[in-house]
């Protein structure tokens, strides 16, 4: 079992870059795939990026060139520094964390098996 807990979020001028991070509990921090999505108002949930356990990464072509998904296992952290924000990137964020082997790439709910609440990230004018 893994607990995941979100912040770093909060109200970001556009161009902004903030980071926010994901605490995880569990001594098997190192072997879980990370990821993070997003959730918009009236929207569906969104993959945005992963990270393997071997530290590949993945990226949305929305935020290619912006974000970046970096984890830190002595921590049990996991980061999503953001640059060159958008107003389309306010949305909730979400951690996640997949036991499961990726044959692909993780862009879809079902390859995550621990979820952590969220944090919001409003980008403003």
């Known amino acids: 079992q893994v607990q995941l807990v979100e912040s770093g979020g909060g109200l970001v001028q556009a161009g902004g870059s903030p980071r926010p991070f994901c605490a995880a509990s569990?001594?098997?921090?190192?072997?879980?795939?990370m990821g993070w999505f997003r959730q918009a108002p009236g929207k569906e949930r969104e993959f945005v990026a992963a990270?393997?356990?071997?530290?590949?990464?993945y990226l949305a072509d929305s935020v290619k060139g912006r974000f970046t998904i970096s984890r830190d296992n002595a921590k049990n952290m996991v980061y999503l520094q953001m640059n060159m924000l958008k107003h389309e990137d306010t949305a909730v964020y979400y951690c996640a964390a997949s036991e499961k082997e990726w044959y692909q790439v993780p862009t879809t709910d079902d390859k995550f098996d621990y979820w952590g609440q969220g944090t919001q990230v409003t980008v403003s004018s």
């Open positions: 990270i393997s356990w071997s530290r590949a990464t």
């Open positions: 569990g001594r098997t921090f190192s072997s879980y795939g």
